[in-house]
């Protein structure tokens, strides 16, 4: 009894520390797919009061994300990602000079 016990505790051991270790994996895999902090370009001007729409360096490619902004953001502004608001919509600020 005390070998299947030990092998059920070993056993036991061994899946909480795997679960554990695809947790932070798959966080891990959720923070190299955000957009925050991109460099993105306005392609739809972004006005105060509603959504605008970005293409943003992502993933080794572009896409477009529907942004919002605490000002007006006209077309072709470069812009950088601040906040994630959904899968496919995002906060952004223009570029600093």
Do not use: C
Not at 16 to 45: C, N, Y
Not at 49 to 69: F, H, I, K, M, Q
Not at 76 to 85: A, E
């Amino acid at each position: 009894m005390s070998s299947d016990a030990e092998s059920g505790a070993s056993g036991g051991a061994g899946r909480r520390t795997q679960g554990r270790s695809r947790g932070r994996m798959h966080r891990a895999d959720e923070s190299a797919l955000s957009p925050v902090g991109a460099i993105g370009r306005v392609t739809v001007p972004i006005p105060p009061d509603g959504p605008g729409e970005v293409l943003v360096a992502v993933r080794g490619g572009s896409e477009a994300y529907t942004a919002w902004s605490t000002t007006s953001i006209d077309r072709d502004v470069r812009v950088v990602v601040v906040d994630s608001v959904s899968a496919r919509g995002v906060i952004v600020e223009r570029l600093p000079p």
